[in-house]
């Protein structure tokens, strides 16, 4: 039988800590609990401490996708489950992740659905984000940022230097797992509200958000993005220089800034795509 390592970043979650770890234990009695504590200046490490869940501190906060990385290098479970210190998830809902990599997958997320997103803004830019994601691997993309989650830690650990110190850990994880092939499941749950503030500044993270954009498409196939970008300014190229050819019968600067454009965001591509797959080239 697999052993079960379940890791849980926190910065100053210690109100939450209180009432999660205790039913987290109840619900997974034999598991191993890691809280990895990211530079927090409450009494985190006094929580885990009562309750002995084992307790990973850092001297300073260096992110999400740190800790998470920490947790994953410690841990000594067949399977990992990453999941908030925040208590929105639902300790019962280990089984359920877990039970799906017992069925073959080598990840299962699971999904908010759209009760669980933290105001619409959030809700919007994820339901972007899933579409993207779906529309580049061809598989349907339930939740892209959900930070709970069940993998195998040696297929998860395959990535772990891909993955970056912030909030966009899930994005990269499941797009590295769709691109070698590591087949990834979905399941439906409730995510409560979380105890506490975000740690999350709309004005600080939204462009890391809209980036998440951008490294969908350079972990998996960046051709898929800029193809059609390129298709389309050397279209808007054409479309100009018909304008200008029947209006004016001559060809105009900006028909020709455009087809450059097209040339230069499609050679962008080519090289994108080349070092994706040289990125992969251990795990292909």
């Known amino acids: 039988m697999n052993s079960l390592s379940i890791i849980l970043p926190a910065k100053n ?17 034999t598991a191993e609990i890691i809280v990895v504590d990211d530079g927090s200046t409450d009494n985190t ?15 300073y906060s260096m992110g999400n996708g740190a800790a998470i990385k ?23 809902d280990v089984a359920r992740l877990v039970e799906k990599l017992e069925q073959g997958f080598d990840m299962a997320v699971g999904a908010r659905d759209w009760g669980s997103q933290a105001g619409v803004g959030r809700g919007l830019a994820n339901t972007l984000y899933n579409w993207l994601a779906s529309h580049m691997t061809g598989h349907e993309v339930a939740d892209l940022t959900s930070g709970f989650r069940a993998v195998r830690a040696e297929r998860f ?14 994005t990269t994880s499941t ?31 939204g462009l890391r958000f ?22 389309m300014f050397f279209l808007f190229g054409l479309a100009n220089y018909a304008w200008t050819f029947i209006h004016e019968g001559r060809l ?12 230069i965001i499609f050679l962008i591509g080519l090289v994108s795509e080349q070092i994706t797959a040289l990125t992969y080239r251990h795990h292909g």
């Open 157 to 170: 650990r395959e990535f772990l230097y891909l993955l970056p110190n912030g909030f966009s850990y899930p």
């Open 252 to 263: 105009t600067n900006m028909s020709t800034l455009m087809w450059s454009a097209a040339v």
């Open 175 to 205: 797009m590295a797992f769709f691109r070698s092939a590591y087949p990834v499941a979905y399941l439906s749950i409730k995510a409560s509200q979380r105890v506490g503030k975000s740690h999350i500044k709309p004005l600080r993270d």
């Open 45 to 59: 490490r006094a929580i885990c401490a009562q309750h002995g869940i084992q307790c990973l501190t850092s001297p």
């Open 13 to 29: 979650e210690a109100p939450a800590l209180a009432d999660l770890l205790p039913r987290l234990r109840t619900a997974q009695p």
């Open 70 to 92: 920490r947790g994953a290098r410690v841990a000594s479970g067949d399977i990992l489950v990453f999941m908030d210190g925040d208590g929105q998830h639902d300790p019962a």
């Open 210 to 231: 809209l980036l998440i954009i951008f490294k969908i498409a350079t972990l998996y196939s960046p051709l898929k993005l800029f193809v059609p970008t390129s298709a």
